[in-house]
């Protein structure tokens, strides 16, 4: 599968767009956040730790919407998308162990199991997140950054 994210000119979102064997599978609107996309995060995290979210939902044959019907897995990876979101905007630096603990508190609050990461985890995605965040600031108005994605489906 292939995720074509543009990085757009004018106005509050970029774009993405979901490719799977030549066919358009979803195309998506992702607000500036000053950080990668949402759904890239996504991507570095799913692509790391081969966890079904969003996008491993969606090479499965699932349509790309804003709000899919909860799975336990997709559920814990959204939490873990959201801990890294938010690293990203304190600057990709907080500790590991600090975003393992805060990711317990969100899906505790949630009421979804979380997955079993270890901090080697949590650093392996930061690397691919840092990766990306470097790949998305080169990337011109304009122009767009391409992602290969393998599920483990």
């Given amino acids: 599968m292939e ?27 992702c607000p500036k956040q000053g950080i990668i996309p949402h759904d890239m995060v996504h991507y570095g995290v799913e692509h790391i ?17 804003f709000q899919m019907q909860g799975e336990a897995e997709s559920n814990g990876v959204e939490r873990l998308v959201e801990v890294f979101q ?10 590991a162990e600090d975003m393992l603990d805060l990711y317990q508190v969100t899906c505790a ?6 997955l079993p990461l270890q901090v080697a985890d949590v ?10 965040s470097a790949l998305w600031q080169t990337t011109e108005p ?3 950054l391409h992602l290969e994605f393998t599920s483990r489906d």
């Avoid at 938010?86 to 500790?95: I, L, V, Y």
């Avoid at 650093?123 to 990306?132: A, D, F, K, S, T």
């Fill in 3 to 29: 995720l074509i994210f543009t990085k757009r000119k004018d106005g509050k979102y970029d774009h993405l767009a979901i490719w799977n064997a030549g066919e358009l599978r979803g195309e998506i609107e």
């Fill in 49 to 65: 730790l081969q966890k079904r979210g969003f996008i491993g939902r969606v090479a499965a044959g699932e349509a790309a919407v």
């Fill in 86 to 95: 938010a690293d990203g905007w304190a600057g990709w630096s907080t500790a």
């Fill in 109 to 114: 609050a949630r009421q979804c199991p979380a």
């Fill in 123 to 132: 650093e392996q995605v930061r690397q691919e997140l840092l990766r990306l």
């Fill in 142 to 144: 304009g122009q767009s």
